[in-house]
């Protein structure tokens, strides 16, 4: 089974300031990649996605996420962060393989962006 | 259209005593998760409905723990005798279908407090 860590549980940054999130996720098989966001008090809603192709993903609200599959990585980036972007972030991990139906989730990065 | 609803938000019960929780899926989505979330830890899972195909019973934490799902609507799941390390937030999800590439709708969740 997958296991996903999120080493940072929390991150503080200025506004406009450039951020990083980290994910890494543990078996080399094949995989598809999520990061999803769950602002304050709503339910979790998908950021961006990788199942093929590029590696540089584009997601909503200018993050973005590069898969590393020699590093078993998938960082989530914005080069420049705005107040609403406080949120805590997930990054998910769902095998090709036989478990394909299920995702492993990390615990979660709270993101604190400060005027 | 809406989204996942789940019901109640909040639920506070004492131990030993039984807790059904709700999820209405989006229309038309055949594939329902549920998950756990503990205070500071990441999306646990729990159990995984495909249409009219059996559960993936697999992530239950224990035989207190059961799930129903009628077709591709609503889902319940209950909790027996509950513990006060049953205490989380727990999540439902739905998608178009199976398979790892399906992004996933949450809802808001329902947090579940025993005391």
């Known amino acids: 089974a997958q296991s996903v860590t999120q080493l940072d549980s929390q991150v503080p940054v200025f506004e406009e300031a450039p951020v990083e999130l980290r994910c890494n996720y543990s078996s080399s098989v094949s995989v598809y990649l999520f990061w999803y966001v769950q602002y304050p008090n709503q339910g979790l809603q998908l950021l961006l996605k990788?199942?093929?192709?590029?590696?540089l993903v584009k997601g909503i609200n200018g993050f973005e996420a590069e898969f590393n599959k020699s590093q078993t990585s998938f960082h989530l980036r914005k080069p420049s962060v705005h107040i609403s972007d406080t949120a805590e972030y997930f990054c998910?991990?769902?095998?090709?393989?036989?478990?394909?139906?299920?995702?492993?989730f990390g615990s979660g990065t709270k993101l604190n962006v400060k005027p | 259209g809406a989204g996942v609803s789940q019901s109640p938000s909040n639920k506070v019960t004492e131990k030993g005593k039984d807790v059904e929780l709700r999820c209405d899926p989006i229309s038309g989505h055949t594939a329902l998760y549920w998950y756990r979330q503990r205070l500071g830890q990441g999306l646990e899972f729990l159990i995984y409905f495909q249409g009219n195909s059996a559960p993936d019973k697999s992530g239950l934490p224990s035989d207190r723990f059961s799930a129903e799902r009628t077709g591709e609507s609503v889902s319940t799941l209950t909790i027996q005798r509950t513990q006060q390390e049953d205490s989380a937030v727990y999540l439902c999800a739905s998608s178009w279908t199976s398979g790892g590439h399906n992004e996933q709708f949450f809802g808001p969740g329902t947090r579940l407090t025993v005391l």
């Open positions: 998910a991990v769902s095998d090709q393989g036989n478990n394909f139906n299920k995702f492993y």
């Open positions: 990788y199942l093929s192709g590029s590696t």
